[in-house]
Protein backbone atom coordinates (compact mmCIF):
# COMPACT_ATOMS: atom_id res chain seq x y z
CA UNK A 1 0.00 0.00 0.00
CA UNK A 2 2.72 2.50 0.76
CA UNK A 3 4.69 1.69 -2.18
CA UNK A 4 1.64 2.56 -4.23
CA UNK A 5 0.76 5.80 -2.08
CA UNK A 6 4.46 6.50 -2.87
CA UNK A 7 4.12 5.60 -6.87
CA UNK A 8 0.78 7.86 -7.42
CA UNK A 9 2.53 10.90 -5.32
CA UNK A 10 5.73 10.50 -8.18
CA UNK A 11 3.26 10.98 -10.80
CA UNK A 12 1.39 13.37 -9.43
CA UNK A 13 4.92 15.43 -9.41
CA UNK A 14 5.60 14.33 -12.78
CA UNK A 15 2.09 15.52 -14.11
CA UNK A 16 2.47 19.30 -11.77
CA UNK A 17 6.30 19.97 -13.00
CA UNK A 18 5.30 19.09 -16.70
CA UNK A 19 2.34 21.89 -16.30
CA UNK A 20 4.38 24.35 -14.23
CA UNK A 21 7.22 23.82 -17.06
CA UNK A 22 4.47 24.56 -19.85
CA UNK A 23 2.90 27.00 -18.08
CA UNK A 24 6.63 28.86 -17.58
CA UNK A 25 7.29 28.53 -21.45
CA UNK A 26 8.97 30.29 -23.17
CA UNK A 27 11.22 31.82 -20.46
CA UNK A 28 13.95 32.53 -22.93
CA UNK A 29 15.04 32.82 -26.73
CA UNK A 30 13.88 30.64 -28.87
CA UNK A 31 16.48 29.92 -32.01
CA UNK A 32 14.79 28.70 -35.27
CA UNK A 33 17.11 27.07 -37.73
CA UNK A 34 16.41 27.72 -41.54
CA UNK A 35 18.53 25.66 -43.90
CA UNK A 36 19.16 28.38 -46.91
CA UNK A 37 20.55 31.42 -46.95
CA UNK A 38 19.10 34.60 -45.99
CA UNK A 39 16.75 35.98 -48.37
CA UNK A 40 14.13 33.62 -49.42
CA UNK A 41 10.73 32.61 -49.11
CA UNK A 42 11.75 30.31 -45.85
CA UNK A 43 13.44 32.76 -44.65
CA UNK A 44 11.19 35.64 -44.68
CA UNK A 45 8.96 33.10 -43.47
CA UNK A 46 10.61 32.17 -40.09
CA UNK A 47 11.78 35.59 -39.82
CA UNK A 48 7.91 37.07 -40.22
CA UNK A 49 6.32 34.40 -37.43
CA UNK A 50 9.85 34.84 -35.12
CA UNK A 51 8.85 38.77 -34.73
CA UNK A 52 5.34 37.63 -33.79
CA UNK A 53 6.48 34.94 -31.74
CA UNK A 54 8.85 37.62 -29.56
CA UNK A 55 6.06 40.31 -29.46
CA UNK A 56 3.24 37.67 -27.95
CA UNK A 57 5.97 35.98 -26.17
CA UNK A 58 8.18 38.33 -24.33
CA UNK A 59 10.94 36.11 -25.84
CA UNK A 60 13.59 37.22 -28.24
CA UNK A 61 13.63 34.64 -31.49
CA UNK A 62 17.00 33.86 -33.48
CA UNK A 63 16.87 33.06 -37.14
CA UNK A 64 19.65 30.93 -37.47
CA UNK A 65 21.06 30.18 -41.53
CA UNK A 66 22.63 27.24 -41.86
CA UNK A 67 22.67 26.68 -45.70
CA UNK A 68 24.40 24.35 -47.67
CA UNK A 69 24.51 20.19 -48.07
CA UNK A 70 20.86 20.51 -49.75
CA UNK A 71 19.51 21.36 -46.37
CA UNK A 72 21.29 18.40 -44.82
CA UNK A 73 23.78 20.67 -42.35
CA UNK A 74 20.44 22.64 -41.07
CA UNK A 75 18.51 19.71 -40.48
CA UNK A 76 21.26 17.66 -38.77
CA UNK A 77 22.45 20.42 -36.31
CA UNK A 78 17.98 20.63 -35.62
CA UNK A 79 18.29 16.74 -35.28
CA UNK A 80 20.78 17.07 -32.51
CA UNK A 81 19.84 20.25 -30.60
CA UNK A 82 18.22 19.98 -26.92
CA UNK A 83 14.38 18.63 -27.08
CA UNK A 84 13.15 21.54 -24.73
CA UNK A 85 11.15 23.54 -27.39
CA UNK A 86 13.95 26.20 -27.81
CA UNK A 87 15.01 24.86 -31.08
CA UNK A 88 12.14 24.75 -33.97
CA UNK A 89 13.53 23.90 -37.00
CA UNK A 90 11.66 25.80 -40.78
CA UNK A 91 11.54 22.46 -43.07
CA UNK A 92 10.99 22.17 -46.93
CA UNK A 93 10.31 19.95 -49.12
CA UNK A 94 13.62 19.40 -50.61
CA UNK A 95 14.99 18.57 -46.63
CA UNK A 96 12.89 16.62 -45.44
CA UNK A 97 10.80 15.24 -48.58
CA UNK A 98 13.03 14.38 -51.22
CA UNK A 99 16.12 14.34 -49.43
CA UNK A 100 15.17 10.55 -48.25
CA UNK A 101 15.20 9.24 -51.76
CA UNK A 102 17.65 11.24 -53.04
CA UNK A 103 20.51 10.09 -50.96
CA UNK A 104 21.62 6.70 -50.11
CA UNK A 105 22.70 7.94 -46.50
CA UNK A 106 21.27 11.10 -44.22
CA UNK A 107 22.76 11.96 -41.37
CA UNK A 108 18.91 12.67 -40.36
CA UNK A 109 15.72 10.75 -40.75
CA UNK A 110 12.71 13.36 -41.29
CA UNK A 111 10.24 11.13 -39.47
CA UNK A 112 12.05 9.61 -36.58
CA UNK A 113 14.69 12.43 -35.55
CA UNK A 114 12.26 15.41 -35.93
CA UNK A 115 8.48 16.02 -33.76
CA UNK A 116 6.10 17.56 -36.32
CA UNK A 117 4.99 21.38 -34.79
CA UNK A 118 2.52 22.80 -37.62
CA UNK A 119 2.69 23.03 -41.14
CA UNK A 120 2.63 26.37 -42.13
CA UNK A 121 2.60 27.65 -45.34
CA UNK A 122 2.58 27.10 -49.13
CA UNK A 123 4.76 29.55 -51.48
CA UNK A 124 4.48 29.89 -54.90
CA UNK A 125 6.87 29.53 -57.40
CA UNK A 126 7.16 31.29 -60.65
CA UNK A 127 9.37 30.69 -63.71
CA UNK A 128 11.47 33.89 -64.52
CA UNK A 129 14.02 34.13 -67.30
CA UNK A 130 16.90 36.75 -67.96
CA UNK A 131 16.09 39.36 -70.46
CA UNK A 132 18.78 38.03 -72.52
CA UNK A 133 16.89 34.81 -73.22
CA UNK A 134 15.00 35.34 -76.50
CA UNK A 135 11.56 33.61 -75.11
CA UNK A 136 8.55 35.57 -73.37
CA UNK A 137 6.47 32.54 -73.21
CA UNK A 138 6.53 28.65 -71.95
CA UNK A 139 5.99 27.81 -75.29
CA UNK A 140 8.70 29.87 -76.86
CA UNK A 141 10.86 28.63 -73.96
CA UNK A 142 9.96 24.71 -74.64
CA UNK A 143 10.72 25.59 -78.19
CA UNK A 144 14.12 27.12 -77.53
CA UNK A 145 15.50 24.68 -75.27
CA UNK A 146 14.84 21.90 -78.13
CA UNK A 147 16.78 23.61 -80.65
CA UNK A 148 19.56 24.39 -77.92
CA UNK A 149 19.79 21.44 -75.93
CA UNK A 150 21.75 21.64 -72.81
CA UNK A 151 22.92 24.92 -73.41
CA UNK A 152 19.84 26.55 -70.98
CA UNK A 153 20.63 26.46 -67.62
CA UNK A 154 18.68 26.73 -64.42
CA UNK A 155 19.17 27.52 -61.16
CA UNK A 156 17.66 25.76 -58.04
CA UNK A 157 18.07 26.41 -54.13
CA UNK A 158 20.14 23.00 -53.89
CA UNK A 159 19.75 19.71 -54.94
CA UNK A 160 16.16 18.40 -54.40
CA UNK A 161 14.49 21.74 -53.55
CA UNK A 162 11.08 22.96 -54.81
CA UNK A 163 12.90 25.15 -57.61
CA UNK A 164 15.24 22.09 -58.31
CA UNK A 165 11.85 19.74 -58.56
CA UNK A 166 10.28 22.03 -60.81
CA UNK A 167 13.07 22.55 -63.48
CA UNK A 168 13.45 17.93 -63.50
CA UNK A 169 9.53 18.07 -64.04
CA UNK A 170 9.79 20.67 -66.92
CA UNK A 171 12.39 18.73 -68.75
CA UNK A 172 10.28 15.65 -68.26
CA UNK A 173 6.76 16.86 -69.04
CA UNK A 174 8.04 19.02 -72.10
CA UNK A 175 10.34 17.13 -73.37
CA UNK A 176 13.39 19.46 -73.09
CA UNK A 177 17.28 18.90 -71.41
CA UNK A 178 17.76 21.98 -69.56
CA UNK A 179 21.31 22.12 -67.39
CA UNK A 180 20.96 22.15 -63.84
CA UNK A 181 23.12 24.42 -61.72
CA UNK A 182 22.67 24.38 -57.96
CA UNK A 183 23.42 27.01 -55.00
CA UNK A 184 22.72 27.27 -51.29
CA UNK A 185 19.19 29.19 -51.29
CA UNK A 186 16.80 30.55 -54.01
CA UNK A 187 19.00 34.15 -53.15
CA UNK A 188 22.06 33.31 -54.25
CA UNK A 189 20.74 31.60 -57.08
CA UNK A 190 19.16 35.12 -58.09
CA UNK A 191 22.30 37.10 -58.02
CA UNK A 192 23.19 34.76 -60.61
CA UNK A 193 20.35 35.09 -62.31
CA UNK A 194 20.53 38.57 -62.91
CA UNK A 195 24.32 38.23 -63.20
CA UNK A 196 23.31 36.58 -66.65
CA UNK A 197 24.85 33.32 -65.11
CA UNK A 198 22.14 30.86 -64.97
CA UNK A 199 19.67 32.19 -67.54
CA UNK A 200 16.02 30.46 -65.71
CA UNK A 201 14.52 29.93 -62.18
CA UNK A 202 11.70 28.51 -60.61
CA UNK A 203 12.04 30.90 -57.94
CA UNK A 204 9.67 31.73 -55.39
CA UNK A 205 7.82 34.75 -55.81
CA UNK A 206 9.40 36.40 -52.74
CA UNK A 207 12.63 35.98 -54.52
CA UNK A 208 11.37 37.42 -57.35
CA UNK A 209 9.02 39.57 -57.27
CA UNK A 210 11.14 42.69 -56.76
CA UNK A 211 13.28 42.33 -59.59
CA UNK A 212 10.09 41.44 -61.96
CA UNK A 213 8.75 44.67 -60.96
CA UNK A 214 12.02 46.24 -61.54
CA UNK A 215 12.02 44.62 -65.41
CA UNK A 216 15.60 43.08 -64.55
CA UNK A 217 14.02 39.67 -65.08
CA UNK A 218 11.34 38.32 -66.99
CA UNK A 219 8.28 36.06 -66.01
CA UNK A 220 6.50 33.84 -67.63
CA UNK A 221 4.13 31.54 -65.31
CA UNK A 222 3.75 30.17 -62.03
CA UNK A 223 4.32 26.87 -60.68
CA UNK A 224 0.91 25.89 -58.94
CA UNK A 225 -1.84 23.54 -60.35
CA UNK A 226 -4.16 26.75 -59.93
CA UNK A 227 -3.57 30.72 -60.70
CA UNK A 228 -4.03 32.86 -57.74
CA UNK A 229 -5.39 36.33 -57.22
CA UNK A 230 -2.48 38.00 -56.89
CA UNK A 231 -0.77 37.30 -59.67
CA UNK A 232 -4.13 36.36 -61.65
CA UNK A 233 -2.86 37.75 -65.28
CA UNK A 234 0.22 35.07 -65.06
CA UNK A 235 -0.86 31.69 -66.47
CA UNK A 236 0.19 28.42 -64.99
CA UNK A 237 2.82 26.24 -66.61
CA UNK A 238 -0.11 23.69 -67.04
CA UNK A 239 -2.08 25.79 -69.07
CA UNK A 240 1.24 27.67 -70.81
CA UNK A 241 2.10 24.43 -72.38
CA UNK A 242 2.66 21.79 -69.73
CA UNK A 243 0.05 20.00 -69.23
CA UNK A 244 0.01 17.94 -65.96
CA UNK A 245 2.50 20.44 -64.49
CA UNK A 246 1.93 21.33 -60.75
CA UNK A 247 4.71 21.65 -57.96
CA UNK A 248 3.71 22.80 -54.47
CA UNK A 249 6.21 24.37 -52.34
CA UNK A 250 5.52 23.92 -48.99
CA UNK A 251 7.44 25.08 -45.18
CA UNK A 252 6.55 23.60 -42.05
CA UNK A 253 7.86 23.90 -38.69
CA UNK A 254 9.36 20.99 -36.53
CA UNK A 255 11.48 20.80 -33.09
CA UNK A 256 13.80 17.99 -31.94
CA UNK A 257 12.30 14.08 -31.40
CA UNK A 258 11.40 14.16 -27.41
CA UNK A 259 10.51 17.39 -27.12
CA UNK A 260 7.40 17.13 -24.76
CA UNK A 261 4.18 17.64 -26.12
CA UNK A 262 2.39 20.12 -24.04
CA UNK A 263 4.85 22.77 -25.48
CA UNK A 264 4.37 21.31 -29.26
CA UNK A 265 1.37 21.38 -28.90
CA UNK A 266 1.44 25.56 -27.63
CA UNK A 267 3.76 26.19 -30.48
CA UNK A 268 1.34 24.70 -33.04
CA UNK A 269 -1.69 26.81 -31.84
CA UNK A 270 0.71 29.70 -31.95
CA UNK A 271 1.88 29.69 -34.68
CA UNK A 272 -0.89 29.02 -36.65
CA UNK A 273 -3.03 31.57 -34.91
CA UNK A 274 0.06 33.93 -35.95
CA UNK A 275 -0.16 32.38 -39.94
CA UNK A 276 -3.67 33.35 -39.71
CA UNK A 277 -3.22 37.38 -38.57
CA UNK A 278 -4.79 39.81 -41.42
CA UNK A 279 -1.25 41.80 -40.90
CA UNK A 280 0.76 38.44 -41.79
CA UNK A 281 -1.13 37.06 -44.34
CA UNK A 282 -1.27 40.47 -46.37
CA UNK A 283 2.36 40.46 -45.92
CA UNK A 284 3.46 37.20 -46.95
CA UNK A 285 0.50 37.45 -49.72
CA UNK A 286 2.44 39.85 -52.08
CA UNK A 287 5.09 37.13 -51.60
CA UNK A 288 3.49 34.75 -53.20
CA UNK A 289 3.20 32.96 -49.46
CA UNK A 290 -0.05 31.42 -48.36
CA UNK A 291 -1.13 29.89 -44.91
CA UNK A 292 -1.58 26.43 -45.51
CA UNK A 293 -2.20 24.90 -42.01
CA UNK A 294 -3.06 21.69 -40.36
CA UNK A 295 -5.21 21.25 -37.37
CA UNK A 296 -2.93 18.92 -35.40
CA UNK A 297 0.41 18.40 -35.51
CA UNK A 298 -0.25 14.49 -36.28
CA UNK A 299 -1.75 15.53 -39.07
CA UNK A 300 0.90 17.32 -40.49
CA UNK A 301 3.38 14.45 -39.40
CA UNK A 302 0.95 12.23 -41.71
CA UNK A 303 1.72 14.23 -44.43
CA UNK A 304 4.95 14.09 -44.10
CA UNK A 305 4.92 10.34 -44.40
CA UNK A 306 2.66 10.70 -47.26
CA UNK A 307 5.13 13.32 -49.18
CA UNK A 308 8.49 10.92 -49.03
CA UNK A 309 6.35 8.38 -50.38
CA UNK A 310 5.09 10.51 -53.53
CA UNK A 311 8.58 12.40 -54.20
CA UNK A 312 10.16 9.19 -54.07
CA UNK A 313 8.35 8.64 -57.08
CA UNK A 314 9.50 11.96 -58.60
CA UNK A 315 13.41 11.15 -57.49
CA UNK A 316 13.54 8.10 -59.33
CA UNK A 317 11.74 9.70 -62.28
CA UNK A 318 14.29 12.31 -62.41
CA UNK A 319 17.13 9.69 -62.40
CA UNK A 320 18.65 11.86 -59.56
CA UNK A 321 20.73 10.55 -57.09
CA UNK A 322 23.79 11.24 -54.70
CA UNK A 323 25.41 8.54 -53.05
Not at 16 to 40: F, H, L, M, Q
Not at 111 to 121: I, L, S
Request: glycine share 10%; aromatic share 8%; proline share 7%.
Amino acid sequence: MLHYVALLICCCCITISVARAEDAYPSKSIRIIITVAPGGGSDITARTVGQKLTESWKQQVIVDNRPGGNGIIGMEIGAHANPDGYTLILGTIGPVAVNPSLYSKLPYDPVKDFAPVARAVSALNMLVVHPSLPVHSVKELIAYAKTNPGKVNFGSSGVGFADHLAGELFNTLAGVKMTHVPYKGGAPAMIDLLAGNVQIIFATVSTAITYVKAGRIRPLAVTSAKRVEQFADMPTIAEAGVPGFAVDNWYGFFAPRGTPKPLITKLHAEINHILLLPDVKERLAVLGIFPFLMPTPDGFGDYIKDEIKKYAKVVQDSGSHID
